[in-house]
C-alpha cells in the first residue's frame, strides 16, 4: 500500500466551528489532491497540489482551503463548518500527472 | 464538463459467473482512464490503469478496454468470487496534473 496517512479517521464536529484535516504521505510524490465522496455523486475534487506552497482549486472549493507547507503534508481546512460539508474526505497522491494515483482511507466528518 | 457514468449502479451475480462493468463518458480528450476498487468504510484500491494511447490492460483475472471513439472503458472480471464483492470505480484524467473526473461506481455482490 502507498504511504498515505489520513488524520483524524473519523470526526464530529459542531456547525460553524474550523476543522482541520490532514494528509500525510511518505511517498515523496510531487502532486497531492483532497476530494469528498458523497452518495449519488461519487468522488469529486475540492483543491489539488503540485508541489510545496502551489495549491489550486477543484469542482467544490467553496467554503474550503488548503495549504501545503511540506512536501509530506497537505492539509484541508473548513473555516466554518456546515451541515452540507458533511462528507468522507479522501486525500490521494500521484508522482506526476498520468500517471497511477493513491488514495488514503479516508475521513468522516459529521458537522452537527 | 466531462460527465462520466456507470451502469448499473447495482449489480449482483453467483460465483463463478464472469463480471462485466460500463463506464461511458462524454468527451473523448481524456489523458488515461483508472479503474478503482472500494470496500465499505475503505478507501480506493487501483486496479488497472489505461493510458490513452491504449486499448486495454490486463491484471489477473482483470480486464479492462477504452474505446475513446465511443467514450467508454468496460472492466471484465472473470470467474468471479465473493471476495469480488465491492464498490468498482471508474476514473478520467482529464488534464495533465493528475485530476480525475469520476463516475459514481457499480456496487457489485457476488453470491457463493
Known amino acids: 500500500d502507498a504511504g498515505i496517512t489520513q488524520s483524524p479517521r473519523h470526526k464530529v464536529t459542531e456547525t460553524g466551528t474550523p476543522v482541520t484535516l490532514r494528509c500525510h504521505q511518505t511517498?515523496?510524490?510531487?502532486?497531492m489532491y483532497w476530494y469528498r465522496q458523497d452518495p449519488g455523486h461519487g468522488l469529486r475534487l475540492i483543491h489539488y497540489s503540485y508541489g510545496v506552497k502551489d495549491t489550486d482549486k477543484g469542482e467544490v472549493s467553496d467554503g474550503y482551503s488548503v495549504s501545503r507547507s511540506k512536501t509530506e503534508d497537505f492539509l484541508l481546512t473548513l473555516e466554518s463548518a456546515t451541515s452540507s460539508q458533511t462528507s468522507v474526505y479522501f486525500c490521494a497522491i500521484s508522482e506526476s500527472g498520468q500517471v497511477e494515483a493513491f488514495f488514503g482511507q479516508g475521513t468522516r466528518l459529521t458537522v452537527v | 464538463k466531462q460527465e462520466v457514468t456507470q451502469i448499473p449502479a447495482a449489480l449482483s451475480v453467483p460465483e463463478g459467473e464472469n463480471l462485466v462493468l460500463n463506464c461511458s463518458f462524454t468527451?473523448?480528450?481524456?489523458?488515461?482512464l483508472q479503474w478503482f476498487r472500494q470496500d465499505p468504510g475503505k478507501g480506493l484500491t487501483s486496479l488497472l490503469l489505461?493510458?490513452?494511447?491504449?486499448r486495454e490492460q490486463t491484471s489477473g483475472r482483470l480486464n479492462a478496454s477504452l474505446d475513446k471513439s465511443s467514450g467508454r472503458s468496460t472492466l471484465y472480471i472473470a470467474a468471479s468470487q465473493p471476495g469480488d464483492s465491492a464498490t468498482y470505480l471508474c476514473?478520467?484524467?482529464?488534464?495533465?496534473?493528475?485530476?480525475?473526473?469520476f463516475g459514481a461506481g457499480t456496487q457489485v455482490v457476488v453470491t457463493p
Open positions: 489505461i493510458q490513452s494511447s491504449q
Open positions: 476514473a478520467l484524467e482529464t488534464d495533465s496534473w493528475g485530476k480525475f473526473q
Open positions: 511517498e515523496n510524490h510531487r502532486y
Open positions: 468527451d473523448s480528450a481524456i489523458y488515461n
